[in-house]
C-alpha cells in the first residue's frame, strides 16, 4: 500500500460482508490507506484508485469472528461499495467526500456519519435494514425512499413510527437543493433512523400502502 494520494475519487470495495467494521479517513495519510483486521484475514488489492477487500468464501465459521479498521485518506472522494452486507459498521465519513455508499445484502446495527454532500449522493441499503442510523450535517437535504415498508422509523425527532409499503420522504425545498443525499432501502426497514435536522413540518405519510 504505498500509492500515492491524489484527487481524483478513489472507490472502497469490501466483498463478502463487512463485519465489526470502522471506516474513517484522515488528511494525514502518505498513501491512499491504512487497514488493520482481526480474524481470518482477507485479500487486499490496492491501486492508484482502488482498495479491494475480500473476505474467503469458507473457512471463517462467524461474522464475529473477524473485523478491521479502515482509515481513508480523507484528500479523495470515496464511493464505498460493500457486498453481503454490513453488520456493526460504523462508518465516520465526515472528514472526506462522499461520491455514493451502496450495502448489498442488508444492514444491521450499523452506523453512517456522512459529510456535507456534494451533489446528489445515493446511498443505497439492499436487501433491509435494522438498527442502522444515518446522520448528515445539520441542515442537509434529504430525500428517504423505503421500497416495503418500516418499523420503528426516526426523523430528527420525530417517531414515526411503522408504515407499510412503499414510503418516501424529502425535505422540505428539495427541489432548489442540487447537494443533497438520496437514501434508498430496499427490502424493508426496522429501528431506521435519519437525522439531518432539517425540522419537517409535518410527520411525512407513506406514498403507497398504509400505516401499519
Do not use: C
Not at 491524489?6 to 463485519?19: K, W
Not at 465489526?20 to 487497514?35: H, K, V
Not at 475480500?54 to 471463517?60: F, H
Not at 407499510?164 to 437514501?183: A, E, K
Amino acid at each position: 500500500m504505498t500509492t500515492t494520494p491524489q484527487q481524483s475519487p478513489a472507490r472502497l470495495v469490501i466483498h463478502r460482508g463487512a463485519a465489526r467494521t470502522t471506516i474513517s479517513a484522515s488528511p494525514d495519510l502518505d498513501r491512499l490507506a491504512d487497514l488493520w483486521f482481526t480474524g481470518r484475514q482477507p485479500d487486499v488489492a490496492v491501486t492508484s484508485d482502488t482498495v479491494r477487500i475480500s473476505y474467503p468464501l469458507l473457512g471463517n465459521p462467524s461474522l464475529r469472528a473477524r473485523g478491521a479498521s479502515i482509515v481513508l485518506h480523507a484528500e479523495r472522494a470515496w464511493a464505498v461499495e460493500i457486498d453481503g452486507g454490513a453488520g456493526e459498521l460504523d462508518a465516520h465519513l465526515d472528514a472526506t467526500m462522499v461520491q455514493s455508499i451502496h450495502i448489498a445484502g442488508g444492514a444491521a446495527r450499523s452506523t453512517l456519519v456522512l459529510p456535507p454532500p456534494v451533489g446528489v449522493v445515493p446511498v443505497t441499503i439492499t436487501g433491509g435494514a435494522s438498527r442502522v442510523a444515518v446522520r448528515l450535517p445539520e441542515g442537509t437535504a434529504f430525500d428517504l425512499d423505503i421500497h416495503r415498508g418500516v418499523k420503528d422509523l426516526t426523523l430528527d425527532d420525530q417517531f414515526i413510527g411503522a408504515v407499510g409499503g412503499r414510503f418516501r420522504v424529502r425535505s422540505p425545498g428539495l427541489r432548489d437543493h442540487h447537494r443533497h443525499y438520496h437514501i434508498t432501502v430496499g427490502g424493508g426497514a426496522s429501528r431506521l433512523s435519519v437525522t439531518a435536522n432539517v425540522h419537517l413540518t409535518a410527520p411525512p405519510q407513506p406514498r403507497d400502502g398504509s400505516a401499519a
